[in-house]
């Protein structure tokens, strides 16, 4: 009878509250209508890929705008880039933006090679992704073995979530800072070092990179008025580009000075350009199968449930920075951030003309 009397005088108290929330909705002014334009700006798609698609204003066509779909350009993708690109310059495009909204995961090296279509590299070096990696024993152990094991391990744009082989594990696909070449022993997971994060003490390897990836030659760079120009591009973020889309953020924006517009947040606070920074991670079944191509049993176990695990397994680092992207907060903001207003919200084109109006008078 107590419980009763409890869940009683709790339905009461739930009735009562939710009886004073509808009153005073009921006593509160009807919300207004917007006015909304009777057309909403438009855009021509130039050209869809696996991972981008792009398109040109309809109202502004010297302004072309390429929206990451997903993070994952590899080495397939490097031609068709290369033409639409081609086909920007020959339909106008002098101005493009760059739209990671709401952008996902991908390739953990997609930032450096997704640069490259605007700022060439001037050699093999130009674009390293400075990071370090977690050390245990067991990884020590795994990493002798599958020393070289990998079948090129990754395709030509170094994308490392290829993990045949001994994956993140396979020295030979670092780069070693010391001799300025990739590793030709497995020293990249013997001489460690150990740091403090986050208030623990752990073993790391030294700062490394990945594999340096260039791309093929084009001469056509030369000509589009926006190669090694950032004040001919733009890049628009909601904040929730996360992982390998961050990269892309990141890098154009902290390594090429690209300028950054954030849609949304709350005002009179700083947008982030990304909802978390990149780092070289696999999932738990990736993690199992490293070990496993070295015929080693994994210390992590999957889990008894149907689901996805990432774990990282490599910290990145600004140039000149000693903290790991992901806390280095002084890299986060956006330089300006726009408000969703009725248009916007419910037209992407609209949001794009904004910010083309706002960067290119």
Same mark, same amino acid.
Request: with cysteine; hydrophobic share 35%; charged share 20%.
């Given at each position: 009878?107590?419980?009763?009397?409890?869940?009683?005088?709790?339905?009461?108290?739930?009735?009562?509250?939710?009886?004073?929330?509808?009153?005073?909705?009921?006593?509160?002014?009807?919300?207004?209508?917007?006015?909304?334009?009777?057309?909403?700006?438009?855009?021509?798609?130039?050209?869809?890929?696996?991972?981008?698609?792009?398109?040109?204003?309809?109202?502004?066509?010297?302004?072309?705008?390429?929206?990451?779909?997903?993070?994952?350009?590899?080495?397939?993708?490097?031609?068709?880039?290369?033409?639409?690109?081609?086909?920007?310059?020959?339909?106008?495009?002098?101005?493009?933006?760059?739209?990671?909204?709401?952008?996902?995961?991908?390739?953990?090296?997609?930032?450096?090679?997704?640069?490259?279509?605007?700022?060439?590299?001037?050699?093999?070096?130009?674009?390293?992704?400075?990071?370090?990696?977690?050390?245990?024993?067991?990884?020590?152990?795994?990493?002798?073995? #599958?020393?070289?094991?990998?079948?090129? *391990?990754?395709?030509?744009? !170094? =994308? $490392?979530? %290829?993990?045949?082989?001994?994956?993140? /594990?396979?020295?030979?696909?670092?780069?070693?800072?010391?001799?300025?070449?990739?590793?030709?022993?497995?020293?990249?997971?013997?001489?460690?070092?150990?740091?403090?994060?986050?208030?623990?003490?752990?073993?790391?390897?030294?700062?490394?990179?990945?594999?340096?990836?260039?791309?093929?030659?084009?001469?056509?760079?030369?000509?589009?008025?926006?190669?090694?120009?950032?004040?001919?591009?733009?890049?628009?973020?909601?904040?929730?580009?996360?992982?390998?889309?961050?990269?892309?953020?990141?890098?154009?924006?902290?390594?090429?000075?690209?300028?950054?517009?954030?849609?949304?947040?709350?005002?009179?606070?700083?947008?982030?350009?990304?909802?978390?920074?990149?780092?070289?991670? #696999?999932?738990?079944?990736?993690?199992? *199968?490293?070990?496993?191509? !070295? =015929? $080693?049993? %994994?210390?992590?176990?999957?889990?008894? /449930?149907?689901?996805?695990?990432?774990?990282?397994?490599?910290?990145?680092?600004?140039?000149?920075?000693?903290?790991?992207?992901?806390?280095?907060?002084?890299?986060?903001?956006?330089?300006?951030?726009?408000?969703?207003?009725?248009?916007?919200?419910?037209?992407?084109?609209?949001?794009?003309?904004?910010?083309?109006?706002?960067?290119?008078?």
């Amino acid at each position: 009878r107590d419980l009763v009397s409890i869940s009683s005088d709790r339905h009461d108290e739930i009735y009562a509250l939710n009886k004073r929330v509808l009153d005073a909705q009921a006593a509160s002014p009807p919300v207004a209508n917007p006015t909304l334009p009777p057309v909403y700006p438009e855009a021509i798609k130039i050209a869809a890929g696996n991972s981008t698609v792009f398109y040109q204003l309809k109202d502004r066509p010297t302004v072309g705008v390429i929206v990451f779909v997903a993070a994952m350009i590899d080495f397939n993708d490097i031609d068709f880039h290369y033409k639409s690109l081609e086909t920007f310059y020959q339909k106008g495009v002098t101005d493009i933006i760059i739209d990671v909204v709401s952008g996902d995961g991908g390739y953990a090296n997609v930032g450096p090679d997704f640069a490259q279509f605007f700022f060439p590299n001037k050699g093999p070096l130009d674009k390293l992704i400075k990071m370090n990696l977690r050390v245990t024993p067991a990884i020590q152990q795994l990493s002798t073995k #599958v020393f070289k094991s990998s079948d090129g *391990g990754y395709s030509q744009m !170094g =994308n $490392m979530f %290829s993990l045949h082989g001994g994956g993140f /594990y396979d020295s030979s696909r670092f780069f070693d800072y010391a001799n300025n070449r990739l590793y030709t022993d497995n020293s990249l997971y013997t001489d460690t070092v150990t740091e403090t994060r986050n208030g623990r003490k752990a073993v790391y390897t030294k700062m490394t990179a990945y594999k340096p990836a260039t791309h093929p030659v084009n001469t056509n760079l030369a000509k589009y008025p926006w190669t090694n120009n950032p004040s001919r591009l733009r890049i628009v973020t909601d904040g929730r580009c996360l992982s390998a889309c961050a990269n892309v953020a990141y890098y154009l924006a902290n390594q090429y000075k690209v300028l950054t517009y954030g849609i949304g947040g709350t005002k009179g606070q700083p947008l982030s350009k990304y909802q978390y920074a990149a780092a070289g991670a #696999v999932t738990q079944e990736g993690f199992v *199968g490293m070990f496993a191509s !070295g =015929n $080693m049993t %994994s210390p992590v176990k999957p889990t008894p /449930y149907q689901a996805i695990v990432s774990v990282v397994l490599a910290e990145f680092f600004a140039p000149s920075s000693k903290i790991p992207l992901e806390f280095d907060g002084v890299r986060y903001a956006t330089d300006y951030r726009m408000d969703y207003d009725p248009v916007n919200a419910r037209s992407r084109e609209a949001m794009w003309t904004q910010v083309a109006k706002a960067a290119w008078k």
